[in-house]
């Protein structure tokens, strides 16, 4: 499976984005879906993620500006970020993977996201 992200930019404080990501064929409904980001030095975080059925998981330092969104009809999912903060600078990545088995684990390339103070 090939992900390709799509959105990232420079916005203000306050600002919003919204992140796409969309998958070369379809996606098991056993596979969770989701966003990773890595700032510089830092190790890669779990931004949110959501299941086949709808069950999301939000980092604590995002919970109520992102929303994560699936649609499993055109194996993709989405993350809308609100309120954004300059802590939330960093490579943000989507990605796929199956909890039943570790072998299927897929990135996306990767988006830029930059909040400016």
């Known amino acids: 499976v090939q992900l390709q992200a799509s959105g990232g930019g420079l916005v203000q404080a306050g600002g919003s984005l919204r992140l796409s990501c969309a998958a070369s064929?379809?996606?098991?409904?056993?596979?969770?879906m989701g966003w990773y980001r890595q700032a510089p030095g830092r190790q890669r975080e779990l931004v949110a993620d959501?299941?086949?059925?709808?069950?999301?998981i939000y980092a604590d330092s995002v919970k109520g500006r992102f929303t994560i969104s699936r649609d499993n009809a055109q194996n993709t999912v989405s993350l809308h970020m609100n309120s954004l903060k300059p802590e939330d600078t960093a490579v943000y990545y989507c990605?796929?993977?199956?909890?039943?088995?570790?072998?299927?684990?897929?990135w996306g390339q990767g988006t830029q996201v930059t909040v400016s103070s």
């Open positions: 990605n796929t993977n199956n909890p039943y088995n570790s072998r299927i684990n897929y």
């Open positions: 064929r379809s996606i098991s409904r056993t596979n969770i």
């Open positions: 959501v299941t086949w059925a709808g069950l999301t």
